[in-house]
Nanobody, 125 residues
Framework: QVQLVESGGGLVQAGGSLRLSCAAS????????MGWFRQAPGKEREFVAA??????????YYPDSVKGRFTISRDNAKNTVYLQMNDLKPEDTAVYYC????????????????WGQGTQVTVSS
């Protein structure tokens, strides 16, 4: 069982930056693929980023919509995953959810096995 708690959302102007954090419980954090999703009102949930860790190396995955603007990272010692969001646009406005899964394929195709409660990000034009 993994519990996830997001923080760091808020209101920012277009072109600005925010960093989201997700603190995870449990002693096997490093074994999980961690990810971020978002859902805007009236829209489907969208994959934003994922990060895996294996043999001391991290691997990251992004959709084209955020590639080059968003950066996912993890600190296994702190059981925390981050999402640095730069050059934010009004269309990035959504509730952002942290997720944990056993594989990258499962994460990107089906979402996480565990979810946080979400944090609101609002980008004004």
């Amino acid at each position: 069982q993994v519990q996830l708690v997001e923080s760091g959302g808020g209101l920012v102007q277009a072109g600005g930056s925010l960093r989201l954090s997700c603190a995870a419980s449990g002693r096997t954090f490093s074994s999980y693929v961690m990810g971020w999703f978002r859902q805007a009102p009236g829209k489907e949930r969208e994959f934003v980023a994922a990060i895996s860790w294996s043999g001391g190396s991290t691997y990251t995955y992004y959709p084209d919509s955020v590639k080059g603007r968003f950066t996912i990272s993890r600190d296994n010692a702190k059981n925390t995953v981050y999402l640095q969001m730069n050059d934010l646009k009004p269309e990035d406005t959504a509730v952002y959810y942290c997720a944990a899964s056993n594989t990258v394929t499962s994460m990107t195709n089906h979402g996480g096995d565990y979810w946080g409660q979400g944090t609101q990000v609002t980008v004004s034009s």
